[in-house]
């Protein structure tokens, strides 16, 4: 989820950087205003469903929240939720993964951001 989140950035923005480990909220704000960045772009995952589709005929499923804060004001800019969803021909979903579903509604929304 975080290199599609930096691939939508990296088409608007100069420098940005994927923290490798995983942080708390609190912990990602103070590190963003440690490296004295504008923006905090925070993802959670909220549901993350892969199936076996091609032989049930089940959809994956997956919905991620995407806070935005400012980090020296700390002041949240933006709260999204982007939910993704397969399509239900088992053709069109063979080796599709849930993160293959995140790609789009992603940097749409980035897009309108900026």
Known sequence: MAQIIQSAL???LDNEVEVQDPQNQKKALASAKAGK???LFYPTI????????EWSGKRDNVSVKLLIIEAF??????SVTIDG?????????????PED??????????DQLF
Do not use: C, M
């Not at 004001?73 to 933006?78: C, G, K, L, P, Q």
């Open 37 to 39: 960045f504008q923006y």
């Open 85 to 97: 969803t397969g399509n239900s021909g088992i053709a069109s979903n063979v080796g599709e993964r």
């Open 73 to 78: 004001t700390s002041e949240r800019i933006s």
């Open 101 to 110: 579903l995140l790609s789009k509604p992603i940097s749409k929304y980035v």
């Open 10 to 12: 990296l088409r608007h």
């Open 46 to 53: 909220l549901h993350w469903e892969d199936r076996a589709t």
